[in-house]
């Protein structure tokens, strides 16, 4: 069984930063994909970010050049540096794990629990 736990979410002002983490425990494949969704209330959760296993980013546009991606694969953990944070960016933060071939190909995802990001003055 697989368990992620973040950290590091907050209230921030607009401008301001804030870096998430979430580490993975468990059984986890070497080739893996981690990211990052997010889910404002009254809206579907979305995609922000995801690294794979070898190191290959995706962003949403929405975040490019404010927000990166990186992991450690020793630790299993995957971080979120948010840079010039927005109050649109104010959601509820979701680590995220495609564990190993099987599930990236059949879109099979853990979760964690979520961790609130607050962007306001």
């Not at 069984?1 to 070497?30: D, K, M, N």
């Not at 997010?38 to 929405?62: C, F, H, N, W």
């Not at 299993?76 to 509820?92: G, H, I, R, W």
Request: charged content about 15%; glycine content about 12%.
């Amino acid at each position: 069984q697989v368990r992620l736990v973040e950290s590091g979410g907050g209230l921030v002002q607009p401008g301001g930063s804030l870096r998430l983490s979430c580490a993975a425990s468990g059984s986890i494949f070497s080739i893996n994909v981690m990211g990052w969704y997010r889910q404002a209330p009254g809206k579907e959760r979305e995609l922000v970010a995801m690294i794979t296993s070898g190191g290959t980013t995706t962003y949403a546009d929405s975040v490019k050049g404010r927000f990166t991606i990186s992991r450690d694969n020793g630790k299993n953990t995957v971080y979120l540096q948010m840079n010039s944070l927005k109050p649109e960016d104010t959601a509820v933060y979701y680590c995220n794990l495609l564990n190993g071939p099987n599930a990236i190909s059949r879109k099979v995802n853990d979760w964690g629990q979520g961790t609130q990001v607050t962007v306001s003055s």
